[in-house]
């Protein structure tokens, strides 16, 4: 455009004041609609930093440290169930050790479970049948017999080492089990939470591609309003050359156009840190994208 208006200038038809006032116009309507694109780009940036920096804050000091917290109690747990099939291994050849010759007890061996559930299934028959005197009292001699029985069975039990140990490595073999229950419980958590975490720095990291693409188009869009801000000072040096004196109409006497802001200098922030990262990838020899390239180009240019 700046071209076409040097044109006009050698022209036998000189440029009229209506058709400079009229690219004036339209030169400033295309820098201000670009101008108010880079306002809304940065707007957007600025949104999808806060929500990249809300991402990475949620990731780490909510989801991690719960991860972290079940990977510890898990690394804990780990170390007691070594510790427990230790033991177990320990008492089980203690077991084998023991001369079965040695056993003390009863000849026939039941179970102090078992004399129990006998004795309250008599009690039972007592509670819920008819029975005359004699069938009661047959059964609540059975019941007293039972509960000797019983007496000497705990008895037995107790001063049987064989025995002792087979209660030890019952007892172990419980509470393993329950290390085993809790493992996969706390493991679970932590893979849950750490799921999540991923999930989240994926998203983050989707969002830090959104916004390189965005920061581009940024770049491209001020440079676009930047050139047509160029044209626009151009036409009117050649309106105040050439038509010296002619009132404007689409500014008022004694003000100027303001065109810099602070966004400007964000901007050139930006443009030196994507050169710098061009730069350093050219430098290592790796692809540059076509706006990478670009960048390197003007730098060399100018």
């Known amino acids: 455009m700046i071209l076409s208006m040097s044109k006009d200038k050698t022209n036998s038809s000189p440029i009229s004041f209506k058709d400079i006032t009229l690219k004036i116009e ?3 309507g295309k820098r201000d609609e670009l ?12 949104e999808i930093d806060s929500e990249i920096i809300k991402l990475l804050r949620t990731a780490k000091d909510v989801f991690k440290r719960k991860r972290d917290s079940w990977n ?3 690394k804990e747990l780990k170390v007691k169930k070594v510790d427990y099939i230790t033991l177990l291994d320990n008492l089980i050849e203690e077991k084998k050790k023991i001369p079965k010759t040695k056993k003390t007890g009863p000849k026939k061996f039941i179970s102090v479970d078992k004399i129990d559930r006998k004795i309250e299934n008599l009690e039972r028959i007592i509670e819920t049948e008819n029975l005359d005197m004699s069938e009661e009292n047959d059964i609540v001699d059975k019941i007293r017999a039972l509960a000797e029985q019983k007496q000497e069975q705990v008895i037995a039990q ?22 085993y229950e809790s493992l996969n419980k706390w493991s679970n958590k932590s893979q849950e939470n750490h799921k999540i975490m991923l999930e989240m720095y994926q998203e983050a990291n989707e969002l830090k591609d959104k916004k390189k693409i965005m920061e581009e188009k ?15 000072l151009e036409v009117m040096k050649i309106k105040k050359k050439k038509f010296k004196g002619k009132k404007s109409f689409n500014r008022r006497p004694g003000t100027r156009p303001r065109y810099k802001s602070k966004h ?20 290592a020899g790796k692809k540059l994208n076509l706006f990478e390239a670009r960048l390197i180009l003007e730098q060399h240019k100018n």
Request: no cysteine.
């Open 26 to 28: 339209d030169f400033k």
């Open 35 to 46: 101008n108010k694109k880079t306002k809304e780009y940065i707007n957007n940036l600025q």
């Open 72 to 74: 510890k109690k898990v």
């Open 158 to 179: 107790e001063n049987d080492n064989f025995y002792k140990i087979e209660r030890k490595i019952e007892i172990v073999k419980i509470n393993l089990n329950k290390i």
């Open 218 to 232: 940024l770049i491209e869009n001020k440079k676009a309003a930047d050139n047509f801000h160029e044209q626009f």
């Open 264 to 283: 400007n200098e964000l901007l050139e922030k930006l443009k030196k840190e994507k050169l710098s990262t061009a730069l350093e990838k050219q430098k």
